[in-house]
């Protein structure tokens, strides 16, 4: 650990097999938003921009999705509601079109195209086999550009185990029904379903052996690093200490709840086996999830994270909102109402989790703001209109101030058949990523700063 008097952005605290990454603290110098920082004589850090795409899958009730009013003055329809306490730090997207998740002469198949093209902007080729092909997706054409600035160049995440092979929508291999991530056309990225895994990936380097070991001891990770800690105390004012206390109290919960989650008998689903570790509640294991992206952005081990809320076609079922009906099944209504306040109540239910991730992010301070004003959160699905398997004027919502590049609070309509992907384009470029084109993007989206 570094004994200078201004700590580096870069210090860990380290103990046997362990390697754990700070938030900002006062010690380490003062930093300021990229919008703010000054044009030259930089003497203070700025702080890092971060992105997250949180994928809901099965589309939106939309005529309580999209605001009546445009600007600074729409009102939340129902759907939102949830998210009324951080409206004023989030933009409605009205008018974005996924254009390959089309059929495009492919026939059918919409859910597996509507998550593969999501973040690529490219047109899944139909197939159940091997020769699988979609695109580069924006999270990683920004991972390999800027991702050796952190410990993980990404992060991807997920709910569901993806299969990997066989079909699951019309002819399309599963793994595009549960890929969000592409590294490149031919390399979908699976998504780390188990928390516990996440966990330790991210902070922990002993060997399985060790590992399990120091898990039957049922040792916290931060006893490893008491020392260090103890060490860096005395070297922070007040407000470090608070923070410290923060951080180091919210990893111990996550753990202890990892540990009351292996407690409890795995999830029972179909087609693939859920790890043991994996919460049996569905809530609690969202939760657990959007805390570890919270802790990952804060002590800045990756700046770049995916999270698939549930894989595309999903047919999962939500008692905790009285649904004990399959949500694919419900999405295809068919002008049934009570199958229509059914999706709803799952489309309100989605908007709480996020609001909670998004009050987790805005509560935690970092230089001249919160981790949420320095982050850019998207949400949204590759279909709009369940029902019709439409994939235009898709439900986004962009939350974050990106690092005071975004001006956030409003409802914007854009044009029909927008590209999505150039919504991708413009928030690479406040990654400092430069990209000309990226899937069908045809420019820039403007008028979000």
Known sequence: MSTSKQLSRRTFLRGLGVSIALPWLEVMGPITSWA?????????????NRMAFLYVPNGKIMEDWIPQQTGTAYELPEILKPLESVKDKMLVLSGLTADKARHNGDGGGDHARAMSAFLTGAQPRKTDGANIQAGISVDQAAAMRIGNRTRFPSLELGIDPGRRSGNCDSGYSCVYSSSLSWR????????????????????????????????????????????????????????????????????????????AAEKHPPVQAPDYVVPEEVPADYQEHLRLTMDLIVLAFQADVTRITTFVLANEGSNKKYPSVNVTDGHHYLSHHGGDEEKIEKIRRIDIYHSEQLAYFL????????????????????????????NRHSHHDL????????????QSGRHIRYPKETPLNNLWLSMLNRMDVDLAQLGDSTGSLQGLS
């Open 36 to 48: 703010n920082a000054p044009a030259s004589g930089l003497a203070q850090q700025t702080v890092p």
């Open 184 to 259: 490149s056309a031919t390399q979908p990225l699976p998504n780390e379903t188990n928390p516990k895994a996440a966990f330790e990936r991210l902070f922990s380097s002993l060997p399985d052996a060790e590992r399990t070991e120091r898990d039957q001891q049922r040792k916290s990770i931060l006893d490893f690093v008491r020392q260090d800690s103890k060490d860096l105390i005395r070297q922070v004012s007040g407000n470090d200490v608070r923070k410290l206390d923060e951080y180091f109290s919210a990893i111990r919960d996550i753990e202890l709840r990892i540990d």
């Open 359 to 386: 009050e987790k992010l805005d509560a935690i301070s970092e230089g001249d703001g919160s981790l949420l004003d320095h982050s850019m959160i998207l949400y949204g699905s590759g279909n709009a209109d369940g």
């Open 395 to 406: 439900p986004i919502l962009l939350a974050g101030g990106g690092c005071g590049t975004i």
